[in-house]
């Protein structure tokens, strides 16, 4: 039998610009916000054996990003703006405003600690931290790719 990894969380679907996001919200209602965002190719979750430890401790908002899971899947523009990490942070955005938090601790994974990191650039007075994981640094990934590598 599979567990339910999520039996006290609600999933819900929250209208965003972009289109709708699939958001598991969970834990402490009375917490601190923390938001988790998922890499690639994963969904929200990803986070199951993390949210079990971190739910007495904080309000737990783990949505999936567009294009992923049961969010919306939009067709891509020529200018790739519509899968953007600013798109994508807009839509986290829009979450957290629908579900009425003004700050929150913020983690990304992967794809997801891209798209937290633009969300901090773009909107800093409203992350309390950021915890960024397995990413490679872009600036330095980008400066040592060449025909060699």
Do not use: N
Not at 7 to 19: E, H, N, S, V
Not at 73 to 97: C, F, L, N, W
Not at 112 to 122: I, P
């Amino acid at each position: 039998m599979t567990p339910d990894w999520f039996a006290d969380f609600k999933l819900q679907q929250i209208q965003t610009q972009g289109g709708h996001a699939a958001v598991r919200v969970g834990g402490r209602p009375d917490g601190p916000a923390l938001v988790l965002l998922h890499g690639f190719p994963q969904t929200h979750v990803m986070w199951h054996r993390v949210a079990r430890e971190l739910a007495p401790h904080f309000r737990l908002v783990l949505p999936d990003l567009r294009g992923y899971g049961d969010s919306s899947h939009a067709p891509g523009e020529s200018d790739h703006s519509t899968y953007s990490k600013r798109a994508m942070a807009q839509d986290v955005i829009d979450v957290v405003d629908a579900l009425g938090i003004d700050t929150f601790f913020l983690c990304g994974h992967d794809r997801g600690g891209r798209v937290a990191h633009r969300l901090a650039v773009d909107h800093p007075a409203r992350v309390r931290r950021l915890c960024v994981i397995d990413i490679a640094p872009t600036l330095d990934m980008y400066a040592r790719t060449d025909m060699a590598f």
